[in-house]
């Protein structure tokens, strides 16, 4: 019952930060996770058999949590999210173990999935802090790539007008 509120109120308080705080990367990340957390809760199945075998429900709302911070570490013009897309891959492929090994005990699979969101945590508060001293020191921080320059989307097509 600890470890649950200790790791919501370590949810809730990265995702207030980063909403008051963040840019769009970090908005974006940590409303992500709230998300993925909050269909993860619903999707897990009861008690007496919970992580017995694949959570195909909780595989679900991984993938789609790790789709999600995969877009956001494309776009972003920040090292971190990578990072957190990494760690959500990690513990995504915690299913793939529990697949292909049935043996793997219950509390060793709940552990593979679960451990990886603290880390993640930390590096959107990190990139949240890190947001703010870049924008007292320039003033400007870019969130977001811009990626019509570098494939020519931005350019008219066309001859040149006169």
């Given at each position: ?85 990494s760690l ?18 219950r509390w ?55």
């Amino acid at each position: 019952m600890l470890r649950f509120l200790f790791f919501n109120a370590l949810l809730f308080g990265c995702f207030f930060y980063a909403l008051l705080r963040g840019g769009g990367p970090e908005k974006a990340a940590s409303t992500i996770i709230v998300v993925g957390s909050l269909l993860t809760g619903f999707a897990v199945s009861d008690m007496a058999h919970r992580f017995s075998s694949l959570e195909v429900g909780v595989l679900a709302a991984d993938i789609g949590t790790l789709i999600g911070l995969l877009l956001v570490a494309l776009f972003a013009e920040r090292y971190w999210p990578l990072w957190v897309a990494s760690l959500q891959a990690i513990g995504t492929a915690a299913h793939a173990v529990r697949l292909a090994d049935p043996t793997v005990l219950r509390w060793a699979y709940a552990f593979a999935l679960a451990f990886w969101s603290y880390p993640m945590l930390s590096l959107i508060i990190i990139g949240t802090w890190r947001h703010q001293k870049r924008l007292r020191l320039y003033g400007v921080d870019k969130s977001w790539s811009s990626f019509s320059g570098r494939w020519g989307l931005g350019r008219r097509l066309g001859p040149p007008a006169s």
